[in-house]
């Protein structure tokens, strides 16, 4: 995976899924946010899971190389607020244990999970779910 996100919109996104990911779930996975780069849509797919509660956001942005992985989510927050610039960098090798996020001449190599390890949350039909706005 290779792709440049807004800094901005992805630290919004980041502080919303830390909300969901349990801190003290016994399973280490569920601690993160699994990220999937859509090339063909141009977005980065974003989800959190409890197992009893999911969200799912899609952000812009600029992909060179699809993907995916799982990340702890409170790492990601705490990583992008100290980041100085408007982009961010996601570079990662597929099979590689870490991830780099490099903003300007600052960046961040940190262990990831497999997306294979990630649960996917199973999300019903949309006329099955509940819309909610304003988060």
């Known amino acids: 995976m290779k792709i440049t996100i807004n800094r901005t919109e992805a630290l919004s996104t980041a502080r919303r899924m830390a909300s969901i990911a349990p801190a ?3 399973l280490d996975v569920l601690h993160g946010i699994l990220l999937e780069a859509d ?3 141009g977005k980065l797919v974003v989800t ?4 009893e509660l999911s969200l799912i956001e899609r952000i812009p942005c600029t992909p060179a ?9 409170r790492m990601m ?4 607020e100290k980041l100085p610039e408007d982009t961010v960098e996601i570079t990662h090798l597929e099979g590689s244990p870490v991830v780099t996020l490099k903003s300007g001449n600052a960046h961040y190599t940190i262990p990831v999970w497999s997306r294979a390890s990630f649960p996917k949350p199973e999300i019903p039909f949309p006329e099955d779910t509940v819309k909610v706005s304003g988060i």
């Open 65 to 73: 190389e699809g993907g995916a992985l799982a990340i702890d989510a």
């Open 24 to 26: 003290d779930s016994p």
């Open 39 to 41: 090339t063909d849509a």
């Open 77 to 80: 927050n705490g990583m992008l």
């Open 48 to 51: 959190a899971t409890s197992l």
